[in-house]
């Protein structure tokens, strides 16, 4: 990987961009977005923005109003002030006293897995289930690990990395050993 | 040039709470803040008694656990049912609804399904989430429907949980 420093796309209070945005690096929106967002790194929401659609990101700090799917690989935060109305999936969530959240929350190992299903296949229901059928076998099985489990749910491994592709330009090399089609 | 005696350092200023419980009244929303210590108080704005069992859960609970303290479930304890507290700390396995008036944690080990309502929500990584969830700085004021809040407060009630999530076959 590169140690040069990532650039940052700043769309400012005045914009109002409706469609499918990438961007391959970190990015605040302060204006108005409606559709899909796919940002590889940190996206930062301040307090004037608005956002509708589906957030596809690394990171997520949210301080406006977001009414959308988000997928964020690494992490959420909602920040005082903010408001955030949706399905998350994501690894780590952080929602402070003073923010607001409704919708439904899937976070943990398998939450990329059911992300992929719910947005690449439009079968939310067995993305539900195959998170839940993960947990459950997890909680009773803790010590065996997750891939020599046979899930009870048919699963597929490879719309995960269509999602993270589709966040991730082929420019970028993989992380944490995810193999991204090119 | 005389001495004065430092009076401040001999009598300090008047004995502080050394930790503070942050308290959202269920009946009124009214936030304020009392004594880790205080076991129970009334409520300065409507007067409410609120009372605070902090309790760790280390075993196996099916039931419902109602109060305005802190409920931790320890690893590797699990519950299923309904709870309504002032804090939740998930370090086991919860299943069911939470009405929470103040800050929920999920910790890495945790496993948490089902319904949740709070003030801030923290889910470290590693935690395993999947639920309904609320979080908003005044949670709803109680009205006459008793549907999820603690009654009596402060008290722990232990009744037959219902199932809320079909276990998967
Ligand atoms: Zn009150």
């Known amino acids: 990987m590169s140690d040069a420093p990532k650039s940052k796309t700043v769309l400012g209070p005045d914009c109002r961009i409706s469609g499918e945005l990438s961007l391959d690096n970190d990015a605040i929106i302060m204006g108005q977005f409606k559709g899909t967002l796919r940002v590889s790194g940190t996206l930062e929401l301040s307090e004037s923005a608005e956002v509708s659609g589906t957030i596809i990101v690394g990171t997520l700090r949210l301080a406006g109003n977001v009414e959308a799917d988000v997928v964020a690989e690494d992490a959420v935060e909602l920040l005082p002030g903010a408001q955030l109305i949706g399905q998350l999936f994501t690894s780590r969530l952080n929602i402070v006293e003073g923010a607001t959240f409704q919708g439904e929350i899937c976070v943990g190992p398998k939450a990329m897995q059911a992300a992929s299903e719910a947005f690449g296949q439009g079968e939310h229901q067995e993305a539900e289930q195959t998170m839940l059928s993960s947990m459950m076998s997890q909680s009773s099985e803790t010590e065996e690990t997750h891939h020599e489990q046979p899930s009870p749910v048919r699963t597929n491994t490879s719309s995960v990395n269509a999602v993270l592709a589709r966040r991730r330009p082929k420019v970028l090399t993989p992380r944490n050993g995810i193999g991204i089609p090119s | ?169």
């Open chain 2, 1 to 169: 040039m005389p001495l004065r005696p430092a009076i401040n350092t001999i009598h300090p200023r008047g004995p502080q709470p050394a930790h503070l419980r942050r308290v959202s009244c269920p009946q009124c929303g009214k936030s304020f803040e009392v004594s880790q210590r205080a076991v129970s108080v009334r409520c300065p704005a409507c007067t409410s008694p609120l009372e605070f069992n902090d309790l760790v859960l280390r075993t196996r609970l099916e039931g419902d656990v109602s109060t305005m303290g802190h409920v931790a479930l320890a690893s590797p304890s699990e519950m299923l049912g309904r709870l309504v507290c002032g804090q939740f700390t998930n370090a086991g396995r919860f299943e069911g609804r939470a009405v929470v008036y103040g800050q929920v944690v999920l910790t890495r080990e945790s496993l948490t399904t089902g319904q949740l309502s709070g003030r801030s929500l923290r889910i470290e990584h590693g935690a395993t989430t999947h639920i309904q969830a609320e979080i908003r700085p005044h949670p709803p004021a109680r009205t006459s429907s008793k549907s999820s809040a603690p009654t009596p407060i402060g008290r722990l009630i232990q009744r037959p949980a219902r199932r809320l999530i079909r276990p998967l076959a």
